[in-house]
């Protein structure tokens, strides 16, 4: 018989797990997101995620008469893969209730959310509140996802992966599901160490980003070539220091950074709040390059979090252009992103809830945004801003000198 499989939230995580698992021979996936404007963005294929939008339009071209891709669970499943981004315990026990009874006697509920280990104490709290006992009529695991923004579809089967189970039986059923599209190994450990696994992955990550960047500072105080002094830093065997940047943001590393810090971790509630002021400080410093300009006209160069990605969550640009209307004292506020569709800036736009919106206007080419601009801050390195050289600038901005964030052209 055919085992059915429904994986909840079709973001950036539950989206190439679907794919994939949807070309494993004898399983039947569907696919559920509660937002109807994504399922309509989904059945339209306009998904810009390389790798994802091939495969998504591949998918729909062969299984568009079997709905596969839904607004919610219809039938029973012997597996449910929980891939919505969750806030906090209360919100990981909300979606699993809303699933749960979807789930078959002797099923598999799987967590790919990333997650505090506490938060499954509530889990199976619930669950047994629900009749349903985890390692004993049912599985219960947590298989946190490691993708790459723009190497999703490679790295869903090409990463190792870690398992983490209820029981010894749970981690084992859960891999069942993993291990034929796998192309690397996967090691069994308990639920809330599967958990502690993750964050730990990307909490290592944001306190590199956050040591470059207060490295950068103490350079720049210094007069001294940042990239020099991390360049020949990283010659020894054992550094790797990272290039500075507007901070550790997106989804992810912040998210981790808070998970940590709620954990009790000292070091990393002290570095939540170095990575929060990093754009502000940035924004601060182009400001005191441009003093005794009157009414300068700044540009913000990028609004998406990562390079080459359209992603706007929590991302350094939206925060430089909120201090900037907070700090006041400029003519003009232009935004530039290439990559960023129109309709997502007038979001971001609209829940910056400030009156002066004559200020703000958004742009594509950098070169038209730099035109008589005064001062610009980069917070994120799109390949159309590397491809602009500063003798470049110099010819279409008013300020004699370039007055550029931390990263470098």
Same mark, same amino acid.
């Given at each position: 018989?055919?085992?059915?499989?429904?994986?909840?939230?079709? /973001?950036?995580?539950?989206?190439?797990?679907?794919?994939?698992?949807?070309?494993?021979? /004898?399983?039947?996936?569907?696919?559920?997101?509660?937002?109807?404007?994504?399922?309509?963005?989904?059945?339209?294929?306009?998904?810009?995620?390389?790798?994802?939008?091939?495969?998504?339009?591949?998918?729909?071209?062969?299984?568009?008469?079997?709905?596969?891709?839904?607004?919610?669970?219809?039938?029973?499943?012997?597996?449910?893969?929980?891939?919505?981004?969750?806030?906090?315990?209360?919100?990981?026990?909300?979606?699993?209730?809303?699933?749960?009874?979807?789930?078959?006697?002797?099923?598999?509920?799987?967590?790919?959310?990333?997650?505090?280990?506490?938060?499954? /104490?509530?889990?199976?709290?619930?669950?047994?509140?629900?009749?349903?006992?985890?390692?004993?009529?049912?599985?219960?695991?947590?298989?946190?996802?490691?993708?790459?923004?723009?190497?999703?579809?490679?790295?869903?089967?090409?990463?190792?992966?870690?398992?983490?189970?209820?029981?010894? /039986?749970?981690?084992?059923?859960?891999?069942?599901?993993? !291990?034929?599209?796998?192309?690397?190994? @996967?090691?069994?450990?308990?639920?809330?160490?599967?958990?502690?696994?993750?964050?730990?992955? #990307?909490?290592?990550?944001?306190?590199? !980003?956050?040591?470059? #960047?207060?490295?950068?500072?103490?350079?720049?105080?210094?007069? $001294?070539?940042?990239?020099? @002094?991390?360049?020949?830093?990283?010659?020894?065997?054992?550094?790797?220091?990272?290039?500075?940047?507007?901070?550790?943001?997106?989804?992810?590393?912040?998210?981790?950074?808070?998970?940590?810090?709620?954990?009790?971790?000292?070091?990393?509630?002290?570095?939540?709040?170095?990575?929060?002021?990093?754009?502000?400080?940035?924004?601060?410093?182009?400001?005191?390059?441009?003093?005794? @300009?009157?009414?300068?006209?700044?540009?913000?160069?990028?609004?998406?979090?990562?390079?080459?990605?359209?992603?706007?969550?929590?991302?350094?640009?939206?925060?430089?252009?909120?201090?900037?209307?907070?700090?006041?004292?400029?003519?003009?506020?232009?935004?530039?992103?290439?990559?960023?569709?129109?309709?997502?800036?007038?979001?971001?736009?609209?829940?910056?809830?400030?009156?002066?919106?004559?200020?703000?206007?958004?742009?594509?080419?950098? !070169?038209?945004?730099?035109?008589?601009?005064?001062?610009?801050?980069?917070?994120?390195?799109?390949?159309?801003?590397?491809?602009?050289?500063?003798?470049?600038?110099?010819?279409?901005?008013?300020?004699?000198?370039?007055?550029?964030?931390? $990263?470098?052209?």
């Amino acid at each position: 018989m055919t085992e059915s499989i429904a994986i909840i939230g079709l /973001g950036h995580v539950g989206l190439p797990l679907f794919l994939t698992m949807s070309g494993v021979h /004898g399983k039947a996936v569907v696919g559920v997101d509660r937002s109807a404007a994504r399922v309509d963005q989904l059945w339209r294929c306009s998904v810009d995620e390389p790798g994802v939008k091939q495969a998504l339009q591949d998918h729909v071209a062969q299984d568009a008469q079997k709905n596969s891709i839904q607004m919610s669970v219809q039938s029973a499943c012997d597996a449910i893969v929980i891939a919505v981004e969750c806030q906090d315990s209360a919100h990981l026990v909300a979606v699993a209730g809303q699933v749960l009874d979807h789930l078959k006697q002797g099923g598999v509920l799987m967590i790919a959310s990333t997650c505090q280990p506490a938060w499954f /104490g509530a889990l199976v709290a619930f669950c047994r509140e629900q009749g349903r006992a985890p390692g004993e009529d049912m599985y219960l695991a947590h298989v946190p996802e490691r993708l790459m923004p723009g190497q999703a579809m490679q790295e869903v089967r090409g990463l190792p992966r870690v398992i983490g189970g209820y029981t010894r /039986g749970c981690a084992d059923r859960a891999a069942s599901y993993y !291990v034929p599209f796998m192309n690397a190994g @996967v090691e069994r450990v308990g639920l809330e160490e599967a958990a502690l696994i993750k964050i730990a992955e #990307n909490g290592y990550r944001a306190l590199n !980003v956050v040591f470059a #960047n207060e490295l950068e500072k103490i350079a720049h105080a210094y007069g $001294m070539d940042t990239a020099r @002094v991390i360049r020949l830093a990283n010659t020894h065997p054992r550094v790797n220091v990272h290039t500075p940047g507007a901070g550790a943001w997106g989804r992810c590393l912040p998210l981790s950074m808070d998970l940590l810090a709620e954990e009790g971790s000292a070091l990393l509630e002290v570095a939540r709040g170095l990575n929060d002021k990093r754009p502000s400080e940035l924004v601060d410093r182009l400001m005191q390059r441009l003093e005794g @300009v009157d009414a300068p006209v700044v540009v913000v160069a990028g609004l998406s979090y990562k390079a080459g990605l359209s992603d706007i969550r929590r991302s350094a640009g939206g925060m430089m252009v909120r201090a900037l209307l907070e700090r006041g004292g400029v003519a003009q506020i232009r935004v530039c992103d290439p990559v960023v569709r129109a309709a997502d800036w007038e979001i971001l736009r609209a829940g910056l809830e400030f009156e002066k919106f004559n200020k703000l206007s958004f742009f594509r080419d950098i !070169v038209d945004a730099l035109e008589g601009a005064h001062g610009v801050v980069v917070s994120v390195a799109h390949q159309e801003f590397s491809a602009i050289m500063p003798e470049q600038l110099r010819g279409v901005m008013a300020s004699p000198g370039v007055s550029v964030g931390v $990263m470098t052209w």
